[in-house]
């Protein structure tokens, strides 16, 4: 049995060595013999012939005639020695028995232990088979960073084989992994990552370095187990990204300057076209001659708003947009935009108004220039979708808890929108109609960039409709830094009481709510008739001038019905100034021009007395009508566009001022140097990009030369197509007293150049 042990024990082991070649011999441990061995015959035949001795020597004596006593004894002997051989054959037995079973519980305790010892190499082997398998990288450094194992992986990326790599070092290799410094995890274990780089034939491939850094408590041993995944496919994605973001990015900005460049080309010589046009509306044309002049004035003016809103739109998409925030006058911006759309207005027979609430702030800080251009484009599509009736922008203050803000309200009385079109007009390329036949072109910019310059300035923009009912913009601003009005305005018209009689019952309506919210009472009429029975206690009397007659036929009607005491005033457009004598002939005591100021109405209600007909405090307006000097005035030009000069010299020789023209900066800093004291223009008009010398260069040269001489300085007003509030601002503060938007036009070109000598 032992031999047949041997030989199972042996060939397990044969076989685990054929299973892991490198695996040392297995050895079978057998226990010792606990004494010498005899052949097993010799000692049961020696007892045998003892006891047979012994019982022939009863059998003698019995025969013989020796004592009983004798044979007795003899035969006992022979007996107990049988029975001693007996228990002596047994208790061999047993001890034989104990001995076996003791030698093959120690044979199987150790071929239990080579089991175990086989399976854990076993399991040994196939972690690191299944490490190696993934593909990462495995190294387990001592203290020093010397190199205690690294697996097959590493060896084939370094090239080096396995059993060479122990006690190496990775620099030794040439990788760039340093050893975590001990005081790092004196107390806790730590985990450090990086992204290295390994030189192979390949090219470089990039790991992603995870490593733990221990310290044993017991035995106070440090080591370093680092395992690294290849990255090298992520870092070549990485940096294709990166080539795409910088190539996308220098397209963005090549686009943008493109853009920039190319409208700042084209409105050039839409200044010359817009500009033209008008001087040559201002001659002796036949009606067939000005309907064509009127086109290609309208025609210029579509295609630069175009050009805007596409550089806008450039911009925006880019990221290049950022607000201006800065004091800003709400009344002040409401009142020119309205003023700048009357004329687009009241040529489709429409009206137009605005109503600012007393308790709106003076001053806020916001974009002035932003602002401008989104009310500009809610209210320029409410005109120009809307027919009969007319447009009105409200400007409200609300006022809760948690927020402040200053709603602009644009109400038209157009043909609506469909609450699927009330989703998609504030998207890119989008029109309320989208279909082949639609009466307004345009390219569906402006709404989708009022909306993203309204979200950059912090507010928010929506709309509200009813087809074939008009429809209601709603523009909400944050009113920061807000200057509150002066709380006694609310009742200083609490003694006037008014009659409006109009047609237009938007701009009435403008008007009526703007006396009541300083105090007064004000009842609208559209017809005589209808204003009859208001006239007792009225002291007031506004008629629309599109209702009166040369000969002031409807004045005398109304004083014959009860409005004999009323002061009046006419309301006129600008188109009937040349009705002004006329009107003052009849019996009007004033007038105020069309759109009227929400100012300029409480200046005439509170000061008009009398019955001679006298022109309101001017405020700048944009009519056709201009001031002019006796003398004149001597005006510089400095523009390298011929078209430009030509436009800006003719405009300001019609209105009778004197002008020379140079080419360039330098030549506009010569001509004003080289005039001395005896000879001084009183104003310098200068374009702001110019060849040898630009604009804020010659502006610097000319303040340098009348501080040297202690001369008072020259108004110099720019000419620049850049619309931005950042040029504006920037052209001030080198010195400049003003600036002109081009594309220029006449009558804000003489009204500019006059300003500056009168202020």
């Known amino acids: 049995m032992v031999a047949d042990s041997h030989i199972r024990q042996d060939s397990k082991a044969a076989g685990a060595d054929r299973l892991i070649p490198d695996a040392p011999k297995r050895q079978v441990l057998v226990a010792p013999p606990l004494a010498p061995d005899l052949p097993a015959a010799s000692h049961e035949g020696l007892a045998f012939l003892t006891i047979v001795a012994i019982v022939v020597l009863a059998g003698l004596a019995h025969l013989t005639g020796a004592p009983i006593i004798v044979t007795i004894g003899l035969a006992a002997a022979a007996f107990a020695g049988l029975a001693m051989h007996l228990r002596s054959r047994r208790d061999e037995r047993r001890t034989a028995a104990l001995l076996d079973e003791t030698a093959a519980r120690s044979r199987a305790e150790i071929e239990t232990l080579a089991d175990r010892m086989w399976e854990m190499?076993?399991?040994?082997e196939r972690f690191r088979g299944l490490i190696d398998a993934l593909g990462d990288l495995v190294v387990h450094r001592d203290r020093d960073g010397h190199i205690v194992y690294a697996n097959s992986v590493f060896a084939s990326l370094v090239e080096i084989d396995p059993r060479n790599l122990a006690g190496k070092t990775l620099s030794e290799l040439g990788i760039d992994v340093g050893v975590v410094p001990d005081a790092a995890f004196s107390d806790h274990e730590c985990l450090s990552s990086t992204d290295v780089a390994i030189r192979t034939q390949n090219g470089p491939r990039w790991f992603s370095w995870i490593e733990l850094s221990v310290r044993d408590k017991d035995t106070g041993a440090v080591?370093?187990?680092?395992?690294?995944?290849?990255i090298t496919a992520r870092k070549r994605a990485e940096s294709s990204l990166i080539t795409a973001r910088e190539r996308a990015e220098y397209a963005s900005q090549a686009k943008s300057r493109f853009l920039a460049t190319v409208s700042h080309e084209i409105r050039t010589p839409m200044n010359g076209i817009m500009g033209m046009a008008k001087l040559l509306a201002d001659t002796d044309l036949s009606p067939e001659q000005r309907t064509y002049v009127g086109a290609v004035s309208t025609s210029a003016s579509a295609l630069l708003a175009l050009i805007e809103d596409l550089l806008d739109y450039s911009k925006i998409e880019a990221g290049r947009f950022e607000p201006e925030p800065q004091p800003t006058s709400l009344r002040e911006i409401a009142d020119n935009i309205i003023e700048l759309l009357a004329a687009k207005a009241f040529a489709k027979n429409i009206g137009l108004g605005c109503y600012v609430e007393p308790d709106v702030p003076q001053m806020i800080t916001a974009d002035p220039g932003r602002l401008r251009q989104v009310l500009l484009n809610l209210i320029g599509n409410a005109v120009k979708f809307t027919d009969t009736g007319g447009v009105l922008l409200t400007v409200a203050r609300a006022r809760s808890e948690t927020r402040d803000c200053i709603c602009f309200t644009v109400a038209d009385t157009g043909p609506g929108l469909r609450e699927e079109d009330m989703e998609r007009i504030f998207e890119e390329f989008e029109q309320s109609d989208g279909t082949s036949t639609r009466v307004h072109g345009g390219a569906g910019l402006g709404l989708a960039i009022s909306k993203r310059l309204v979200t950059a300035m912090g507010g928010t923009i929506s709309v509200s409709s009813r087809l074939g009912e008009g429809s209601e913009f709603v523009l909400e601003i944050p009113a920061v830094a807000a200057t509150e009005p002066p709380p006694h305005r609310r009742n200083i018209l609490a003694d006037r009481r008014a009659v409006i009689v109009?047609?237009?019952?938007?701009?009435?309506?403008?008007?009526?709510r703007a006396i009541r919210a300083h105090g007064g009472i004000v009842e609208v009429a559209a017809t005589p008739g209808q204003a009859a029975p208001f006239a007792a206690g009225c002291n007031v009397l506004l008629i629309d001038a599109a209702l009166e007659n040369s000969d002031g036929r409807l004045l005398k009607r109304l004083?014959?019905?009860?409005?004999?005491?009323?002061?009046?005033?006419?309301?006129?457009a600008?188109?009937?100034r040349g009705m002004l004598g006329e009107f003052r002939a009849s019996g009007y005591a004033t007038f105020l021009a069309r759109p009227v100021r929400g100012e300029t109405l409480l200046r005439v209600l509170l000061t008009s007395h009398g019955s001679a007909l006298t022109q309101p405090r001017p405020e700048?307006?944009?009519?056709?009508?201009?001031?002019?000097?006796?003398?004149?005035?001597s005006v510089l030009i400095a523009e390298d566009n011929d078209i430009n000069a030509m436009l800006a010299r003719a405009t300001l020789l019609k209105a009778g001022h004197r002008v020379k023209v140079v080419g360039n900066g330098k030549a506009a800093v010569d001509a004003v140097t080289e005039a001395g004291l005896k000879f001084r223009f009183d104003?310098?008009?200068?374009?702001?990009?110019?060849p040898v010398m630009d604009g804020l260069d010659a502006i610097a040269a000319i303040r340098r030369h009348e501080e040297s001489l202690a001369m008072p300085p020259i108004p110099i007003m720019v000419l620049s197509a850049d619309s931005q509030e950042k040029t504006r601002h920037a052209v001030l503060a080198h010195g400049a007293s003003g600036f002109v938007t081009k594309p220029l036009d006449p009558d804000a070109l003489v009204q500019a150049v006059e300003g500056q000598v009168a202020a």
Do not use: Y
């Open 121 to 124: 190499q076993e399991s040994e």
């Open 223 to 230: 080591s370093h187990r680092a395992i690294a995944r290849d």
């Open 502 to 512: 109009s047609k237009n019952a938007i701009e009435a309506d403008a008007i009526a």
């Open 559 to 572: 004083r014959d019905s009860g409005f004999a005491d009323c002061e009046a005033i006419t309301l006129i």
């Open 574 to 576: 600008p188109t009937d």
């Open 620 to 633: 700048p307006r944009g009519g056709a009508s201009v001031r002019r000097r006796d003398q004149g005035l």
């Open 683 to 690: 104003v310098v008009l200068m374009d702001l990009h110019m």
